[in-house]
């Protein structure tokens, strides 16, 4: 139980800035952007911001995760910072010359050969971004969980206040007057506040650098590359299965007006599944150094186990209360998105799956089997790939919910055969299995019932009510509350 505790004291620590600012953003920003933006607008900043999902993690190229293995096993961890950093920094501003002069190329070929802009925003935020991962990555690995949680509260109230100032106080201020008339699309001020926010998070990390006596070692970076580039195709590979929909979409329908449109609303409803999505973001910042840190211990396969099985007890209780209260979080998007709300409990799930998958995936990260993530990110890739083309057509974007559905389930079947094999943890798969069983029979039986009711929040109260009973009775937990 004390495993359980310190991860989620890490998990929680970690959550305030990680979680704290994500949920200012989906609390503020998302209904804000869906009651500010046309379906039409939403759709392009859906569109572009699926392309900075993969560019994120192209830019990356698995270095972050590099960092902390060769930072915990080097005896001068700054060379390591300093060779990760220079590498990152170097390929990160050749990327942005790169996508500013070819531009109008870039553009035609997305289809949007009017928003050049758009094009060069998003490649100067994506750069920016990914130096600053690297150095909010150093903080992780100094525990200094305060300065990086202060550093990303900041950046997203920069960003509230700059879309709030962009899209509503300065149009009606005269000394921007001739530039709005010049704007048919509002959706780069959210570019542009994106752009200005990130640059200014960056100048917050700065100082964390002047104290590193830089030392550059090319031997050690071809290591740390030999190591990492594994993860930077299974890590395009999961980007791709996660935005490829949403890249797609306005090419497999025939009217580029209505894909946006329908991608607008499709984004929008995507975003209720945040909340998992969030804490499985969180639950990452806290696991990874942690994992790293006990995998020389002899019982540390036990305690991976055990993380994985009151992961997956949590993330299921959170399955239930989005599913069931859908009625009240369908608030935090515009009327005018709310056609895709029964896409959500599919979204919901996957984004479960998707969370068990990451914990499945630390047997190949500890055992240096690196390799074998481009197996299973591949195959989930593919799977999203052949759903999305076969039926997005027909089934619009309901198809794009089912593909991650069924692609993350692939994935969690594989990580785990494989890791049998190869880096064997005893997790409990007869309780894992029961807990999934019984969250899905609750939200059926909820389903069926709210059905022939008004008030479905009695019902939902009942299913959720009856889940954590089980699971307090079923775990003793009831013991560790009276113990503490």
Known sequence: MSTIKKIAGQTVIYGLGTILPRVLNFVVLT???????????????????????????????????????????????????SSVFTSVFTTSSLFFVVVFLFRDNIANGLQYPEFNQFVVLLAGIMSIDTISAI???????????????????????????????????????????????????????????????????????????????????????????????????????????????????????????????????????????????????????????????????????????????YFVMFTLLMFLVITMYKNIFKFFIGADFRDGLHIVPVVVFANVLLGILFNLNFWFKLSGKTVYAILIMGTGALCTFAINILFIEKYRYVACAYGHLVSNGVMVVMSYWLGRKHYPIPYNIKKLLFYIFLALVLYIVYRYISENMLNTNIIAGICVSTYLTIVIFKEKLYKWVRIN
Request: aromatic share 16%; proline share 4%; net charge positive.
């Open 31 to 81: 209904p804000y952007y869906t009651r500010r933006l046309t379906n039409f607008e939403y759709g392009i900043f859906t569109d572009f911001y699926a392309y900075a999902a993969v560019l994120l993690i192209l830019l990356l190229y698995g270095m972050e995760t590099g960092f902390f293995r060769f930072a915990e096993r080097h005896d001068k961890p700054d060379t390591v910072f």
């Open 135 to 309: 150095l909010m990555a150093k903080l992780r690995y100094e525990d200094k969980p305060i300065r990086f949680s202060i550093i990303n509260i900041f950046n997203v109230l920069i960003t509230i206040g700059l879309v709030v100032f962009l899209l509503d106080i300065a149009p009606d201020l005269k000394i921007f007057e001739g530039l709005y008339k010049r704007i048919d699309n509002r959706a780069i001020l959210v570019f542009y506040a994106n752009l200005i926010a990130s640059l200014l998070k960056l100048v917050m990390l700065l100082p964390g650098i002047w104290r590193i006596r830089f030392r550059f070692d090319p031997k050690l970076l071809k290591t740390i590359l030999a190591y990492s580039w594994p993860l930077l195709v299974s890590g395009l590979a999961g980007s791709l299965n996660e935005a490829l929909d949403r890249i797609i979409y306005k090419f497999m329908i025939p009217d580029k007006e209505t894909a946006l449109v329908e991608l607008g609303i499709y984004g929008a409803n995507f975003k209720l599944a945040m909340l998992i999505v969030l804490f499985n973001q969180m639950f990452r910042y806290a696991a990874e150094p942690f994992f790293f840190n006990i995998y020389k211990n002899r019982d540390a396969k036990q305690k991976y186990a055990l993380v994985m099985e």
